[in-house]
């Protein structure tokens, strides 16, 4: 079964460091890659996508993933964070150009320490 | 108004009833999902629908069904509540057709089996 690992549960962070969040997905056939952030009490938003063209992909806040084939992974980094990024973060893999569901990772909790 | 509407935001529930949350959209997306949200396990697919007609068991479907009563509506029962269902639930869409892949999510709703 196709599956999405992210490799850490949770991550601290000092406010202003640089932070990578790690994801890892089955399968080199076709993908579309996301990630979502969910702050506390709140719904899901998307961060970022890629679908196709440059491998480098900025989102919003400042975030921004690589989409290595190769490794299949799909690594949220910021240079910079700020107290506000305190959240969960979600990886999560369409298979098949579009022909398979949306499917997540277990999530990776990030908080900032100021 | 939210693009993505869930109804209840909370419920309580015993053991054994039947309950049903309901997911409307006001995007015009074809494909609608329901995931569940556990702690430490991210989001797990339950049902989705790529269109009305079109309905997939996700990954855990035991101990629910769904219907998509129009391409705007989308709901999920429990026939028999137990208190493992106590979750956050997610109703979420995607508008594959009209090129948007990725999903967008409703608030959650709360639900808890005593």
């Known amino acids: 079964a196709q599956s999405v690992t992210q490799l850490d549960s949770q991550v601290p962070v000092f406010e202003e460091a640089p932070v990578e969040l790690r994801c890892n997905y089955s399968?080199?056939?076709?993908?579309?890659l996301f990630w979502y952030v969910q702050y506390p009490n709140q719904g899901l938003q998307l961060l970022l996508k890629?679908?196709?063209?440059?491998?480098l992909v900025k989102g919003i806040n400042g975030f921004e993933a690589e989409f290595n084939k190769s490794q299949t992974s799909f690594h949220l980094r910021k240079p910079s964070v700020h107290i506000s990024d305190t959240a969960e973060y979600f990886c999560?893999?369409?298979?098949?150009?579009?022909?398979?569901?949306?499917?997540f990772g277990k999530g990776t909790r990030l908080s900032v320490i100021a | 108004d939210a693009d993505v509407t869930q109804t209840p935001r909370n419920r309580i529930t015993k053991t054994g009833k039947r309950i049903m949350l309901e997911c409307s959209q006001t995007k015009g997306h074809d494909r609608m999902y329901w995931y569940r949200q556990d702690p430490g396990l991210g989001l797990r697919l339950i049902y989705y629908?790529?269109?009305?007609?079109?309905?997939n068991k996700g990954e855990i479907s035991d101990g629910y069904s769904v219907s998509r009563q129009a391409q705007a509506k989308f709901s999920l029962s429990l026939e028999s509540a137990i208190p493992n269902q106590t979750a956050l639930y997610f109703c979420?869409?995607?508008?594959?057709?009209?090129?948007?892949?990725?999903?967008?999510f409703g608030q959650g709703t709360r639900l808890t089996v005593v």
């Open positions: 399968s080199s056939v076709s993908v579309y």
């Open positions: 890629y679908l196709s063209g440059s491998t």
């Open positions: 629908s790529f269109d009305v007609k079109d309905i």
């Open positions: 979420a869409t995607s508008g594959v057709r009209q090129g948007r892949t990725e999903a967008f």
């Open positions: 999560a893999v369409i298979w098949n150009s579009g022909n398979t569901p949306l499917v």
